[in-house]
Every structure is written in structure tokens, then in C-alpha cells.
DNA sequence: TCGTAAGCGAGACGGTACGTCCGGTCTTTTC
DNA sequence: GAAAAGACCGGACGTACCGTCTCGCTTACGA
């Protein structure tokens, strides 16, 4: 016996979070508003509210659907871990130019910054996979001789995505070399 | 000549920025209105928009007097780049202990993120200041030959910052032991 | 060759119509909701629909099934119109006492007040056959010689309906006496 | 010493009236809204809530200001009872042929009827002063000798009250003569 | 006896109005 | 002439109810 009730729509489900993505990309997390993602999506705001607790959570899964495939991109594991830690370093700072994917991650940021009390489980939802991944691949890296053993793994990794944080909310425009320039620092970082 | 009438109430002006303070600590960037303050602060609302544009302004200037003893303290020059930065990290690292400074640091980047078109501004008036100052003193270092005239001071004063506002999104606590690593990670950065 | 398919539930049918009595003495008609009645009788809202058009038509026939045996008393013709009218003026008046029948007369009433386009009809469907019955068996009276020939039967009627509306509205108790005096005015009105 | 701060805009309060009484009249109490209410008096729904606790309210009001000059005409003392009270009848009968006047009546009995729990109140406040005037006025008549005694006043007030609602509920056009038809019902009625 | 067509409970849907709240402006009186 | 008080407009909030629309299940007719 399946679930009884119509099923919910899907279709509404996708046009919410598209309209989200779009408005976000338009207007920004402040100016954002239910009313307008419900006028965009098509779906009521009965509806929204029903699936969706809040803004944040609207824009938590519209993110969720459209950057994580982008900037979660699991850090291979090639056997070079310089190799690979740079590799996910070009994606994440050339990657990110399409106005829609900036802008919900700095929705989520605003989100999480503007609301103390329950924005930390936000962030962290999408932080924390990422952070993780690049410190598990260098330890990895020590493990396997690549990487001297007293290396701060976890302050680099941090210094890593707070710079790439920093220059999202400053909305300094990556230029060439950056990719490169963060390497080599991180890299001196580690091996001293 | 002085100007006619009554005279602007400093009075009013610090209840203004003290409540800003306080009620962004206890309720976060977004849940905090105009009214509360006028309520909490006893000044009228218009008596707050006579002398501030908006929220954000408001804010911004309960950040200016609020956070000045920590974030702008000026980076001394005694000759030593590495411990006038040190202690400047150290400042950074472990003085934003208190609600009240942490809340407005995190009002600060909502405000920054959530408002694409207006938050550049806003975020630069305060970082601005501080990044220019150590980039500035990192640069003497250079000349001053303590530092390798090669040194990508941009990007490592830009991680610094990031991994500060990182910390500070993630509201992760300090640790024991943080500015050094963070500074470990910096000078090994800046001295390949 | 009679109907395919299942049937209509008679169950369901007693059961909407039962509920909506409940809930229109509990809440009055304007706090009355078709969710309420579906979640009371156990009927879906689906099914309501299929059947009754409107929450006013789901109203009317609760009213229609609810109220016959207090309105809709056919006035007997005993050959004495005083004493038939009479017995139906102490129906009339004493009858309503119980809170259901109250509040579908006044669900009536204000579904008819409240929707000047599709209220006439429906308050003509169950006070017109009532109205008509006294002025036949009036006119019938006048015909047996039993009252002049003049009497203005139709604001007679207009007002012994009218007072017990009125009464009604202003949900003025019935008391002792109450259709004794009724009874009195309307013959002294008649028998000019 | 008056009241401190921007007094009560009059003209904010007469544009919600009017437009109240415009709206009714257009579409009925049911399809009365306060989003329109709002968008035809240039009011903001926050004001209008600010100074009226919900529909009922303002219509209660806007009838209170509206129709009671013309209905609530004092019965005239001119020491003969029948004309007195027959202008008033005729006043009542041929005098609310405008529709904005009748939409209010309409409103108030839908009102009324409609919730039971907070009309009762509503009704009596527009009614009762009717209802005492008159039964004063016809108790004055007794005193000076104009009608019985034994006449039974409150009996035939609330017949000739519930003939004039029974006719505006049923939407029956007034015919000429039915001042003067409903004038005999009520004094042979009144002088048995 | 069995397929099938209509009825059914459940409940999600788009739409519309609700009554509340907040940002920012305006208008009084008081100081 | 600045300040406190507080009413004002515009517009977003989150909720409720309407009437419609799938679903998958149930029932009893008619082949």
C-alpha cells in the first residue's frame, strides 16, 4: 500500500526552487520575498509553506539542487594530493561566476550571519561536507608521505574556505592567478 | 556663530547605538526592528532616522563605536613585523569574545550579503580600514627587509581575514593555541 | 437499465448533513467551514462537493431535512381558520427552541442577507411555501365567511413572518404567552 | 494638557466609511473585503485594524453614520399618536429605496445572523433605539387617551420592525400604499 | 464470477482574504 | 528647533478556507 492522497506535485516542487534560484540571483536574499517566489513558481504560498518551513529553508534546498553538484565536487584522489586539492581550488574560484550560484551562496551566508539561533545548522549543512572532504584528503596526503606529519590541516582548510568566503561577501571579482596565488600559500602553509 | 535651536542630544545618539547593540545580541540581525530600539533606547523613531538613513546604518555605526577597541586597533610598528602582526592576530583571534561584538560582526555580514546592491559599501567601510592597515604593515616588512620581497601579501592578508570571518560565520569558538597556528600559517605562507 | 457503478452513500449523505447541524449550532454560519464538515462527518470534501454545490447549498438542505417538522407543518383546514392558524402560530412560536433549529434559521437568514445576488432564491425556498399556506388558508377563511372580505391577508401574513424573524435576529427568548398575543394582533388585524 | 502625538487622522476615518458604504453596496457584506476597503479609501489595512477590530466593525459603523439619520428619525411628538407614528411608518417603507442604505441594512442582519456569539450586540445597538422610541411613543399615546389601555405595544412594534426586516431580507420591493396597508394592520391591531 | 465504472477518503493544489508586523514618513505637542 | 509620541502608508508575513484536482481503494451492477 502506497501513501493515499494525491502525491505531492513535483512539478511545483522544482518550479519553487527554480523561481527561487532566479529571484535570488535578481534581488538578493533581503528582497526576496514568499509572495514573489510563489508568483514566479506558479504554486501557492499555501503550498510553499506547507514543503518549506521558512525563506531559509526555501533557499537552503534551492542551494542544495543547484550548488552542491558545482562546488561539493568530492576532491578526487589521484594519488597527488596537491594535484588534487588544486584541481577543487580552480573549480571553486573559477567556478562560482554565474550570477545565480553566487548569489545563493551568499543568500545562504546572509541567512546564516542574519540568524543566530537557527542559521548555524544551515551553514554547517553545507560547509561542513566540504570541509571535511578537503581535510580527510590531506590527512590522506600525511598518511601517505606527502605532506610533512605536523601539518595544520584544519586552520589551512579553514584559511582556505574563509578566503574564499571573504572574497564572495567583499564580491571581489576572481582574477587570473588567483587560483595559483591561494596554492602556493596554502601549500608554504603546510610544509614548513 | 553656533547653530540655532536645540541642539542635537548625545544623549539619545549613545541609548540609540547601546540598544542597536544590545538587541542585536539578543535577537540577531533580522529579528531586529526600528521600534525595538526606539522603545529600548526611549528615543523616538524619528529622532533615529534624523540622524540615521536606515537599519543598516544604524548598525554600521553601533559597529564603529562598538567594535573599534577590537578590530581597528591600529597595527603598531616597533620594527618587528612579525610581532606587531602576532599581536594583532591575537587580538583579533581572542578579544571578539562577547556576544555583543560577535553579534554585530554577524549583523555586519547579513547586512553585507543579504543586500547585494547596497552591502558593498557597508562591508568595505569596515574591513577596508583593517586590511589596508596589514597590508600596508606587511609591505614595511618587505622593505624593511624581514619579509621576502616576493611575498603575496594580498592573498595572505585576504586568508587571515577569511578564516577570521569563517570562524566567525561558523561561529566556531576560539581555542586555546589558535593565533598561533594561525600565525604559523601566515608567516610559512608569506616566507616560501 | 439503472445506474453502473457504486452507488451513493445515503451514510455520507445523513452524515454531512448531520454535522453541518452540529457545527452551524456550535459556530454560527459564518465560522461554519466545508473542512469542518468533511472532518466531522468523516466524508470528504470531494464527495461534499460532488453532491452540494456550495456551503449554502449543503446549509439549505440541512435546514430543508432539520426544520420540516417545525416550519413545514402543512397548516391543517379543520374548517375553523382561527383555530388552525393559531395551532400553527404556537408551533412557530414555542417550536424553535432547541439551539439547532435556531441556528439553521439564522444561517438562513444571514446566507440570504449576506449575498444580495444568490440569496433570494434560497430564502424564498423555504419561507415562500410557508407564506403561501397561510394566505390560501386564510383566503380560504375569508371564502368560508369566516373573516371580511377586505382583510389584507398578505401584510398580515408579511408581519406574523417578519415578527418571528425578528424575534429570531434579536434572539429574543420565547415567552409564556407569547402566541397567545401574536394570535390576538393578527385577528384584531384581519377583523377590522 | 491634550494627548501627545499625531492625532487620529478624521480624514483617514471618513474615507474608510464611505468606502465601506460604497463596497457594500456594490457587493454585498460576504464579498466585502478589508483588502478593498483598504485599496478604495487610500487607507492602510494596519490603520483601519488600528481602529476597527474586524468587518463587522466598520460596517456597524458605517451604518451608524450612514443610515441612522434616516431611519432613526425621532418619532415626533405632536400629541396626535396615528400620524406620528404613520410618518415614521411611511419614512421607513418608501425611504431606503437607495441601495447603499439597504446594502447596510442587509449587512447588519447578515452580520447578525450570521455570528451568533458577537451580533446579538451588533443588532440591538442599531435596532433597539428604533424599538424604544416607538414603544415610548405609542405608551405616550395610551397616556393621553389615544389608544387603549390594554393595548399590546411591544406585540405590535415588533410585528410592524419585523414586516419592514421581512420585506428588506426578501428583497420585496415596496409598493405604493403599503405605508398605508402596514399604518391599518397596526392600529386596528393596536385598538381592538 | 468477474470486470468495470462510478463513488469514496485522503489530502495536495491554486487562489484569495485574513489579521499582524515592520520600515520609513509625517504630524502633533512638549521642552 | 530638536525631541517624544504615535498615527500613517505600503507591503510582506504566515494562516485559513474555498472549491478543484489527483490518487488508490471500494463497491455493486451487468456482462
Redesign the pocket.
Known amino acids: 500500500?502506497?501513501t493515499?492522497?494525491?502525491?505531492?506535485?513535483e512539478r511545483?516542487?522544482i518550479a519553487v526552487l527554480s523561481a527561487t534560484r532566479d529571484l535570488l540571483a535578481e534581488l538578493g536574499y533581503e528582497k526576496?520575498?514568499?509572495?514573489?517566489i510563489a508568483a514566479r513558481s506558479?504554486?501557492?504560498?499555501?503550498?510553499i509553506?506547507?514543503?518549506w518551513s521558512?525563506?531559509a529553508a526555501v533557499v537552503a534546498e534551492a542551494a542544495m539542487e543547484g550548488t552542491i553538484p558545482v562546488t561539493a565536487v568530492l576532491i578526487a584522489d589521484t594519488g597527488d594530493v596537491r594535484a588534487d586539492v588544486d584541481a577543487w581550488i580552480a573549480a571553486a574560484v573559477d567556478g562560482p561566476a554565474d550570477p545565480p550560484t553566487v548569489a545563493l551562496a551568499l543568500a545562504l551566508t546572509a541567512a546564516t550571519a542574519g540568524d543566530p539561533r537557527a542559521g548555524g545548522e544551515l551553514y554547517e549543512r553545507f560547509t561542513q561536507p566540504v570541509r571535511d572532504a578537503l581535510i580527510t584528503r590531506l590527512r590522506a596526503g600525511i598518511t601517505a608521505g606527502q605532506l610533512s606529519p605536523g601539518a595544520d590541516v584544519t586552520t589551512a582548510v579553514d584559511a582556505l574556505l574563509g578566503l574564499l568566503l571573504y572574497r564572495l561577501v567583499t564580491r571581489a571579482a576572481p582574477e587570473p592567478g588567483d587560483a595559483q596565488r591561494i596554492s602556493d600559500l596554502l601549500w608554504s602553509g603546510l610544509n614548513r
Open positions: 500500500m502506497t493515499k492522497g494525491r502525491p505531492r506535485s511545483s516542487r526576496l520575498t514568499m509572495d514573489a506558479g504554486a501557492s504560498k499555501m503550498t509553506y506547507r514543503w521558512s525563506k
